[in-house]
């Protein structure tokens, strides 16, 4: 058994004139949970897309679990369960009975059915509303329905595109919960996702993906560590000037400093040794009323990369 | 195996799919029903006239006019006093007012003249033509019965069909056919337009199965829809009397309706794969559905219709099907059937090429 889930190997897709997504290359192994992150439109769905075989890339290959795409798609989809961003649940069936066309749909053996309906039900914590309409769910409750529903048929490459989405806090958690879970009986998570804190607490590895590129991939903490170790947060009185920005960029160890109304956010490499450079400068500029210290966020690392706001 | 449980399991999805969905049950019965309801006010109309009968004379040929006026087709007869008879006619209640004078007998055993008077509400033409024309044909009854009948030219009828038709069942096939057409077209329509509104068609396209095997169980899910309230309907009108197939002719009855719902089916799905929203197909839907009807001879008959419109009429499917039901349910005629039913076999053929076509294109997600 192959050790990869997924390999993109040169991956182009135009759409005419348009290229979404330029030789990507990515190598997501199996038992991980890997987080895709990227703006909109930066080639995220069409990379999905690519990878569950709704779409054909243009040039390139894509092997999911050993097995090439194009040549036996039906193959794939029976390995991979997907949880869409849209949960893709029929809204007037019930939700034994969208579990129920589920394992229909997929072939599943009607032996033991019944029990794992049943399980999977208990699981999504929907047991004692397995005989109601799906239309009279909560946006948690659809979700957790969605995603059992994409286990019922036992897959070893799960698909969760924005697990967070429409969730209220406490059910987000729960749902983080089976993800992990998820994880530790060996299934491999490919996520894409929006939302920082849920790509910190899940992923093993992420995919920062830009105009079609992946411009970066690395661990959650590395991603971080790459942007510099500590970010320090200082307000000054009066505002910081652009001399003092000036002086600050020029040390060694800093890779950034910004001023934004009375506070001087600077990135620092180097640990306390260049921290202290970098407080010393300020403090001989101008008054220092208060000083923060913290690891710098996915949110900053992502910004620096791309240029946007993961929420443009 | 896996394929054929897959294709049940989609049709079984859109059939409760579509028993859950008041809306969609609304969009294909509702126009068939307003039609049934507009052809039974109309046959109540124009069938019998309320007229009113003010017998002057009490004498016995006076009274066999009345009763072959309370025996006539045309009229729904009412007895009345001349003033009763005024007041009905001037409070719409009936539409004429028959007056046998009081000295009938006396002036028909004179060979006098028998001025019966009739005074019309003359509301439009077509309503006091019916009047004008109903009771010189009962006078003309009233003599044909007498020894001394100085009427010597009669009419002598033979009929093509083997029995009449009463006018709400022969319309009642143009409506059965509306009604396949409207639920094939319409839950056809719908069951693949919502797997896209409601982006569940990602759910299906995500599945281990062949898109063949997707589109065969959404056009087998609409034909069965179509089928079971045919089954109902039929059963219904054959409990009634309105309609009951006498014999083997239930077969082709039932084969013709089940090509029918195939080819609105199919239509159906190339809507539903064009348009991909529930109110344009509702739209589109419900207007091919109700063209085809007129072009039927939804309430009328084709053939005397216009020339240029019996030649579209001859290019609509729908036009066959209900040719072949009438001959299968109203006159045991086979007359047409094999023609009938190679042309609904081609338009089953074409409906289903078009809808799976139609699906294949658009179950790419790629362009």
């Not at chain 2, 239930?250 to 799905?269: F, K, T």
């Not at chain 2, 009328?300 to 609509?316: E, N, Y």
Request: overall charge negative; hydrophobic content about 45%.
């Amino acid at each position: 058994m192959t050790e990869t889930a997924i390999e993109l190997t040169e991956v182009t897709k135009r759409f005419g004139s348009f290229t979404a997504i330029d030789k990507l290359s990515l190598r997501v192994e199996r038992g991980e949970i890997f987080g895709l992150l990227g703006p909109n439109g930066s080639g995220k769905t069409t990379t999905i897309n690519m990878i569950s075989g709704l779409s054909r890339p243009t040039s390139g290959g894509v092997t999911v679990l050993g097995v090439d795409m194009l040549v036996d798609p039906q193959r794939i989809r029976r390995s991979l369960g997907t949880v869409p961003q849209e949960n893709a649940l029929y809204e007037e069936l019930t939700a034994e009975a969208n579990l129920r066309f589920h394992a229909d749909l997929f072939d599943v053996p009607r032996k033991g059915i019944e029990k794992r309906i049943t399980s999977l039900l208990e699981l999504a914590q929907l047991d004692e509303r397995r005989k109601s309409r799906v239309s009279t769910f909560s946006g948690g409750m659809k979700r957790r329905l969605a995603l059992v529903r994409a286990l019922l048929h036992e897959p070893e490459l799960l698909y969760f595109d924005e697990p967070a989405l429409g969730v209220d806090v406490q059910s987000r958690r729960a749902l983080w919960d089976r993800i992990l879970e998820l994880k530790e009986r060996g299934t491999t998570v490919l996520i894409t996702t929006n939302y920082l804190e849920e790509a910190n607490v899940l992923c093993d590895r992420l995919g920062i993906i830009d105009r079609g590129r992946l411009v970066a991939l690395d661990s959650p903490s590395n991603l971080r560590r790459s942007f510099g170790d500590t970010v320090l947060e200082m307000r000054t009185q009066p505002v910081p000037a652009e001399d003092i920005v000036r002086k600050v960029r020029a040390l060694p160890g800093v890779v950034s400093a910004v001023a934004a109304d009375e506070w001087l956010k600077v990135t620092v490499e180097g640990g306390a040794a260049v921290t202290g450079k970098v407080v010393t400068a300020v403090v001989e500029s101008t008054s220092l009323e208060e000083i923060q210290s913290r690891e710098p966020s996915l949110d900053e690392v992502f910004q620096s990369l791309t240029g946007k706001e993961l929420r443009e | 195996m896996g394929a054929l449980r897959a294709v049940l399991a989609i049709a079984a999805k859109d059939i409760v799919t579509w028993v859950r969905t008041p809306s969609a049950i609304a969009v294909s019965l509702l126009p068939p029903i307003a039609f049934l309801l507009i052809i039974f006010v109309v046959a109540g109309a124009t069938g019998r006239n309320p007229v009113a009968v003010v017998a002057e004379d009490s004498g016995p040929q006076a009274q066999r006019l009345v009763s072959i006026l309370n025996d006539s087709d045309a009229f729904r007869v009412q007895a009345a006093t001349p003033d009763e008879a005024a007041h009905l006619l001037d409070t719409l209640q009936v539409a004429a007012v028959i007056t046998i004078p009081a000295s009938f007998d006396d002036d028909y055993r004179m060979h006098r003249p028998d001025p019966v008077q009739i005074r019309i509400n003359n509301l439009n033409l077509d309503f006091t033509n019916d009047l004008r024309r109903s009771l010189p044909t009962a006078i003309t009854r009233f003599y044909a019965g007498q020894p001394d009948n100085p009427v010597m030219v009669g009419v002598a009828e033979s009929d093509l069909r083997p029995h009449d038709v009463d006018l709400v069942q022969f319309e009642l096939v143009p409506i059965l056919v509306l009604l396949l057409t409207l639920l094939g077209v319409v839950n056809g329509g719908l069951a693949t337009a919502r797997e896209f509104e409601d982006l569940t068609i990602k759910a299906l396209l995500l599945a281990p199965i062949g898109r063949g095997a997707l589109i065969a169980g959404k056009i087998l899910g609409c034909w069965v829809t179509t089928m079971l309230v045919a089954a109902l309907v039929l059963v219904l009108s054959a409990v009634s009397g309105f309609l009951r197939p006498a014999g083997w002719y239930w077969l082709p009855a039932l084969a013709v309706i089940g090509l029918i719902a195939l080819a609105a089916a199919g239509v159906g799905a190339a809507l539903g794969a064009t348009f991909r929203r529930f109110a344009p197909v509702s739209a589109a839907g419900i207007n091919v559905a109700i063209y085809l009807f007129f072009l039927s001879g939804g309430i009328s008959v084709a053939a005397f219709l216009p020339g240029w419109i019996q030649t579209i009429a001859h290019f609509t499917p729908t036009f066959y099907g209900v040719d072949a039901l009438e001959g299968a349910i109203f006159y045991q005629s086979t007359d047409n059937l094999g023609r009938d039913v190679a042309v609904l076999l081609l338009t089953a053929a074409g409906g289903l090429v078009l809808g799976i076509m139609s699906l294949r294109r658009r179950l790419v997600l790629d362009d």
